[in-house]
Each structure stands twice: as structure tokens, then as C-alpha cells.
């Protein structure tokens, strides 16, 4: 079945680091996708999101990248401080099929000082 | 910064038992969503609620389910005859607009059937 997907489940990064987080996704009709920090015990929190018609966001120390031609998404956070160490989770929506996120797997981010 | 609030934040229930858990979701919000997740798994989607009824549901989301708006601030997710397979961490989001918008998630409600 079509779903998205993460290329690593941990991470470990030193504190000032920049770290990478990877997602691919496989169904091509996805037009929204968005990043998730999830920490023990706690739901998921909006890191950020992109739309299909764009190939990169940034926020604050955080950067979405999108590439569709190779239907990957990656999450880019700077300066990584302890308080990052979370799971990631990368989602999509095809908003014409309806609402529903799709979440992969998650990638633990774990980052030591 | 408003927020998603879900009570309880664990229930223990016995099998065959009714559950109900419930979510009080952002109060400028009109779609309402619950999740679930099993325990190291990726959240699953159940079911979105939009204008009174259900927009969409998933193949979990079978006749045990049931999801209601009581009143204007309060949005309830219901399991008729609880199984040990829905042991999960049940989380419930809301958003302003249809899509290309971000789901909002509380805490979520961590249920535990014996």
C-alpha cells in the first residue's frame, strides 16, 4: 500500500549540530506534507509544513525540504539543542481525497551535549 | 497559545467494557480528528467530524467506534465493546480549515484494556 516513510529510525547528533531528518513518501498524489515533534508522553507538535507547489519552507531553525521528483521530504534543524530530542514524524494529505494524515514511522532524534 | 485538551490521560478499562474518551479541541476549530497509536507504532488515523458528522473514516473506525459532539466545546470518541486490541495512546486534533492546513494534537488519552 502507498505510504510514507522514514529512511532511518535514530539519530544522534552533538548539541550545535545541524541534523537531518529524512522521510520518503510513495504516493505521488500527495499535495501536503508536514513534520511533527513528538516527545515522551505528549502528542504531536507542528514543527512545519509544506504544500506541493513549493520545494522549501523555513522557519525558525527549522527548514523543510521537498523533492518531488524523487518523492522525498527531509526536516533540517539548526543548531540541535538537547530540548530537540524528540521522535520526528513526517506525514501527507491529499486534500482532494480528504483529510486524513498519513504518518511514517518516526525518527528518534537524540542529541547530547 | 490556545491547545487541544483530552481527559482522561489514562484509562484502564476491562474488556467488553464501554469507553469514552474525550477532547475539548481548539474553540475557533471546526474539523475534529481522532488518532491512535499503539505502543512504538506510527499514529493511524480513525476518523474526521466536520459540520455535525463524519467526512471521513478509516477501516479501523469499524461499528465499535462511534464519535459525537454533545455541545459546543466537547468532541467524544466512543468504543462500544472494548478489546485488548485497542490498547493505544488516542489522540484527538483540530483544524480551522479542510486541507493544506495543520492538525492540531493534544496530549492524548493512553487506554489500557484487561
Known amino acids: 500500500g502507498e505510504s510514507v516513510g522514514l529512511h532511518l529510525p535514530t539519530l544522534s547528533v552533538q548539541e550545535g549540530d545541524n541534523s537531518i531528518i529524512n522521510c520518503a513518501y510513495s504516493?505521488?498524489?500527495?499535495?501536503?506534507f508536514i513534520w511533527y515533534k513528538q516527545e515522551s508522553g505528549k502528542g504531536p507538535q507542528f514543527i512545519i509544513d509544506?504544500?506541493?507547489?513549493?520545494d522549501k519552507r523555513q522557519g525558525q531553525r527549522v527548514t523543510v525540504l521537498l523533492n518531488k521528483t524523487v518523492k522525498h521530504l527531509s526536516l533540517q534543524i539548526a543548531a540541535t539543542q538537547p530540548g530537540d530530542s524528540a521522535v520526528y514524524f513526517c506525514a501527507e494529505n491529499k486534500s482532494q481525497a480528504g483529510t486524513a494524515l498519513i504518518f511514517g514511522k518516526g525518527t528518534t532524534l537524540s542529541v547530547s551535549s | 497559545e490556545p491547545e487541544v485538551t483530552q481527559t482522561p490521560s489514562h484509562q484502564v478499562t476491562q474488556m467488553g467494557q464501554e469507553v469514552i474518551l474525550r477532547c475539548v479541541p481548539i474553540?475557533?476549530?471546526?474539523?475534529f480528528y481522532w488518532y491512535r497509536q499503539i505502543l512504538g507504532q506510527k499514529v493511524e488515523f480513525l476518523v474526521s467530524?466536520?459540520?455535525?458528522?463524519?467526512?471521513?473514516k478509516s477501516e479501523i473506525f469499524d461499528d465499535q467506534f462511534s464519535v459525537e459532539r454533545p455541545d459546543g466545546s466537547n468532541f467524544t470518541l466512543k468504543i462500544r465493546s472494548t478489546k485488548l486490541e485497542d490498547s493505544a495512546m488516542y489522540f484527538c486534533?483540530?483544524?480551522?480549515?479542510?486541507?493544506?492546513?495543520?492538525?492540531?494534537f493534544g496530549d492524548g488519552t493512553r487506554l489500557s484494556i484487561l
Open positions: 504516493n505521488s498524489a500527495s499535495d501536503y
Open positions: 486534533a483540530s483544524s480551522n480549515r479542510r486541507g493544506n492546513q495543520p492538525q492540531h
Open positions: 474553540s475557533n476549530h471546526l474539523y
Open positions: 509544506i504544500r506541493s507547489n513549493m
Open positions: 467530524f466536520y459540520n455535525n458528522e463524519i467526512s471521513e
